[in-house]
């Protein structure tokens, strides 16, 4: 499928999903949205790439240079004709649809924020398991401000980083945070200058695609389970992950790596 809202490379086991109208500051628009999902479910399939970096565009215009990870919903386009009732609903459903995929893909996702993210684009960034954000670049959910309201999960996930009360601040309020302040409160794993950003995303994607990949999916899923699951239940899903691990060749692998003092090579069976 050839992509028109978005550019892929991959980086030895690492894909870069960017996303690609950096004219319209990344605004998500349908076919950005499906071809998202198209990217992420090859991704997903190909056992080759252990780790996913989405990130945004720089545009360059007049001799300025203006970093856009993703401005939120295109609403130069939302304002151009009456949608009905159940073309909203699908709108939402797509872009909710997303958001699942993203933080459902069974391998690791960095989200890589370069410029300003704003509302859909914050949403997308929250649904990866962490957040690296350039020292200029801005996270906020301006929905209260605009009629409308977050989606994609944020009132899950934002939570849990930042704590019920700072989470009710950032979304009534709207406030607006940049990559040093999102990094001092929790919401951004790592803060660093622009220009260092994709590399040091790298590096730490490259860290986690050389671990084993079952072991990883299971993590994954497990510190993704309902908070309120009683410890009996959280205990009796880890013993199972780690039967199903046991069965597997990278576990003999690990444990003849470890034996004979070298990096193990894992195939993800």
């Known amino acids: 499928m050839d992509y028109e809202t978005i550019r892929t490379e991959t980086r030895g086991m690492v894909s870069i ?10 605004a998500v628009i349908e076919e ?13 399939k190909n056992p080759d790439v252990r780790a996913l970096i989405l990130t945004g565009s720089v545009l ?10 993703c401005a939120g919903a295109d609403l130069k ?14 709108y939402i459903l ?5 958001t ?3 933080y459902c893909f ?4 960095i989200a890589a924020v370069n410029g300003p993210a704003r509302g859909a684009g914050a949403e997308m960034a929250l649904s990866c398991d962490f957040i690296f954000m350039a020292e200029e670049a801005t996270l906020a959910f301006p929905e209260t401000g605009l009629g409308t309201f977050v989606g994609g999960g944020v009132t899950v996930h934002l939570p849990r980083l930042v704590g ?7 979304i009534y309020a709207g406030t607006v945070v940049d990559g040093r302040t999102a990094f001092q409160m929790g919401l951004a794993q790592r803060c660093v200058p622009v220009e260092d950003l994709l590399g040091e995303a790298l590096a730490f994607a490259e860290v986690l695609a050389h671990k084993a990949p079952l072991s990883m999916a299971f993590a994954k899923q497990r510190l993704q389970q309902p908070p309120a699951l009683d410890l009996d239940t959280v205990l009796h899903l880890e013993a199972e992950a780690i039967l199903s691990c046991m069965d597997t060749e990278d576990w003999h692998e690990g444990i003849r790596a470890f034996q004979e003092k070298r990096k193990p090579v894992y195939k993800g069976r």
Do not use: S, W
């Open 17 to 26: 999903l960017r996303l690609n109208r950096p004219e319209r500051m990344n």
């Open 32 to 44: 950005m949205y499906l071809e998202i999902q198209d990217c992420i479910e090859k991704a997903g």
């Open 60 to 69: 360059e215009r007049n001799g300025k240079v203006k970093q856009a990870f």
């Open 77 to 90: 386009k939302h304002a151009g004709g009456e949608r009905t009732h159940a073309q909203k609903r699908a």
């Open 94 to 98: 797509m872009a909710h649809e997303t």
């Open 100 to 102: 699942r995929q993203l």
């Open 106 to 109: 069974p391998k690791p996702i």
């Open 164 to 170: 019920p009360a700072k989470a009710k601040e950032l």
